[in-house]
């Protein structure tokens, strides 16, 4: 690493301007105690800070960069909408193009809607889940992340978890009241809620993978129960995909499990990195958003054509026979060589992975639930984490996010990744 301090002084003078320097908190790297590097520039597998050190990267911009940074086809495709103009607040033909290719390996959404982030796309679910069902209470699990709307974080994984947050200040209590949280795998818990609030659960949402807890997968049967157990209570079944959506299949984790919900959500990959999300399913159920029926949701970017262009451009290239499966087998490799240096050293430490999206905890597991995630050593992911850094590979800056791969991770830049890991493990 050089020993240049340009991204330290820049830093410092962020810590001015924004909170904690940043402009979503996890990126404060407050969990591993430390400062983070400035970006200079992406470039495949590659990130440059301003001090000219590179890192393989397994953050991708926390999911959507499925191609890598920068990759051509994009760079073209978003170039030649933007001499096209980048807004229109009209109906145009990239969000028709866009929708339908995503239909395409999709086919439970039926009608949808796109919005600009994830967060918009979980919020306006629950409004609609509860505009179709007329019930008020929604099901969510301990440690998922459904982003930053207030009926969402009770109980919430990513930056909340990370931070150790014990709920979120600002938000009304009467706002969450109708939010109730059940363990995550455990069948039996979401069985009693069910009992105990008959006929008034509008909507359970999850994230059918755990990426915000760090990787956590579903218990065999788990999604197939949750099903059995919404569609007898009448309360919709909400797969919050913004992660696993084109991540742990290209036809998502509803296509990977066979287990279709009622409603979903989407974000990150849809968008190849810009501004997009998107939620819908059922027919039905969206035929009670505006201007079909009474549930107003509206925004003036939803369905930019710059990033309905990038969208469908990481499409076009992510579903190209080969490509999805190759990732999948590299981040297979990355996780079984992790495990296996792990284990030379006698380090308690356990790894998975569904497709391109994988995690890893420092304990022997197995981990199905957040209360699980928890028992990990924090203080040796932590020293993992920098032994990394300094050997050019950067981490989630956290025990409790995943970590994704790229198309452009290819072999020997899995194989670097591997030989950083086994320096590092030794030094533990
Ligand atoms: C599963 C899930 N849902 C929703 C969100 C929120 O998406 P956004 O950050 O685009 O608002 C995230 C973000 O990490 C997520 O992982």
């Known amino acids: 690493m050089s020993e240049e301090r340009k991204s330290a002084d820049f830093f410092s003078e962020c810590q001015s301007l924004f909170p904690g320097g940043v402009n979503s908190p996890v990126r404060s790297w407050r969990s591993v105690g430390g400062e983070p590097f400035i ?152 069985e009693a809620i069910f009992d105990a609030y008959p006929n008034e659960i509008a909507m359970l949402v999850l994230e059918p993978v755990i990426g915000n807890s760090g990787y956590i ?63 819908g399913g059922r027919k039905d159920v969206m035929n009670v958003v505006a201007p079909l029926g009474p549930v107003y949701q509206a925004g003036t970017l939803s369905g930019n054509p710059a990033g309905m262009a990038a969208g469908l451009a990481t499409l076009a290239e992510w579903t ?32 998975g992975n569904s497709g391109t999206m994988f995690g890893f905890f420092f304990q022997d597991g197995p981990v199905y639930s957040y209360e699980d995630a928890k028992r990990s050593d924090v203080a040796r992911f932590k020293k993992f984490f920098y032994s990394m850094l300094e050997r050019g590979v950067y981490l989630a800056p956290s025990q409790f996010e995943a970590g994704f791969v790229s198309a452009a991770h290819t072999g020997d830049v899995i194989e670097a990744t591997l030989e950083a890991a086994h320096e590092s493990f030794k030094q533990l």
Request: charged share 20%.
């Open 320 to 351: 190209k026979p080969g490509v999805f499966d190759k990732t999948a087998e590299a981040t297979s490799n990355l996780v079984q060589g992790l495990m296996e240096r792990a284990k030379r050293f006698n380090i308690p430490f356990t790894a």
């Open 217 to 279: 997968p579903p218990r065999p049967g788990f999604l197939e129960g949750l099903r059995t157990l919404t569609r007898r209570d009448g309360a919709l079944l909400c797969f919050d995909e913004v992660m696993t959506g084109f991540r742990v299949s290209l036809t998502s984790a509803q296509g990977l499990f066979g287990v279709t919900p009622d409603l979903m959500t989407f974000g990150k990959v849809i968008g190849g990195g810009f501004p997009v999300g998107l939620y």
């Open 39 to 190: 970006v200079e520039r992406g470039e495949g597998p590659y990130l440059f800070d301003l001090d000219n050190n590179r890192y393989i990267e397994y953050l991708n911009s926390w999911g959507p960069l499925v191609l890598g940074h920068a990759p051509s086809a994009v760079i073209e495709a978003v170039t030649q909408q933007l001499a096209k103009g980048w807004s229109y607040g009209a109906p145009a033909v990239p969000e028709f193009l866009l929708g339908k290719e995503i239909q395409r390996f999709v086919p439970a959404l039926e009608m949808m809607r796109f919005t600009s982030s994830g967060t918009e796309a979980v919020m306006h679910a629950v409004r609609v889940a509860r505009g179709f069902t007329g019930r008020q209470k929604i099901v969510k699990f301990e440690g998922c992340y459904h982003g930053a709307s207030d009926p969402l974080l009770a109980k919430a994984g990513s930056g909340v978890a990370t931070l150790g947050l014990p709920d979120c200040a600002g938000v009304l209590p009467a706002v969450v009241a109708d939010t109730l949280t059940v363990p995550f795998n455990d069948l039996a818990a979401v």
